[in-house]
């Protein structure tokens, strides 16, 4: 429930959830608590958290000029995590090495991200299907894209965009009895 909340940018409802769940997942406490300082513009520690805030900490040593650290980062992640998307893609742009780009585009056709990728390594015939997957999209398309490379690129993270939602519903539902016996 913490990460569906967050999803919905309800901090107060995942804080509650993290009171009652922090003893018993205390990494995944620490990552949800970094996602939501990162997002708030406010100081993020992903030290102590699980293997996904690797993507994290290599954000923020790219940030610092530290390329050899990023990537050696984002290695160890797509390691244990070889399906994981942004962080192949941010590996293929910036070691630049177009495999893991291939194999996100060959995975999903439809990834903006991954031509997009695939084109700035220039690869043959990868910017006409980039145009071609944004041609017709409304103006968010561009606007993940443009957030995409300021990762890669900067190490400026923000959250993808998100649906308005009834703030309201989260904000007054209540949290379940967390029974200590049970196993997470």
């Given amino acids: ?17 993290l009171a009652a769940i922090g003893p018993r997942r205390p990494e995944a406490t620490k990552y949800l608590t970094a996602l939501m300082n ?4 406010l100081s ?39 399906k994981a998307v942004r962080p192949r893609l941010a590996l293929a742009f910036l070691a630049p090495d177009s495999h893991h780009a291939s194999q996100v585009a060959a995975e999903n056709p439809g990834s903006v991200e991954a031509w997009a990728v695939l084109a700035e390594l220039g690869i043959e015939g990868a910017a006409a299907k980039r ?9 968010i398309a ?7 490379f300021a990762e890669v690129k900067n190490g400026v993270w923000r959250h993808n965009r998100r649906f308005e939602y009834d703030a309201a519903w989260f904000e007054n539902a209540s949290i379940p009895h967390f029974p200590s016996l049970l196993k997470y």
Avoid: H
């Fill in 142 to 148: 561009e606007i993940r894209l443009s957030d995409f």
């Fill in 131 to 139: 145009d071609a997957l944004l041609s017709g999209q409304n103006d």
């Fill in 38 to 41: 990162l997002e708030k513009g």
């Fill in 44 to 82: 993020s520690d992903f030290t102590g958290t699980p293997i996904e805030g690797n993507y994290f900490r290599a954000l923020q040593r790219l940030r610092t000029g530290d390329r050899t650290g990023t990537i050696a980062l984002l290695r160890e992640l797509v390691n244990v995590r070889p």
């Fill in 1 to 17: 429930m913490a990460n569906s909340a967050y999803r919905v940018v309800s901090f107060s409802t995942v804080d509650k959830y």
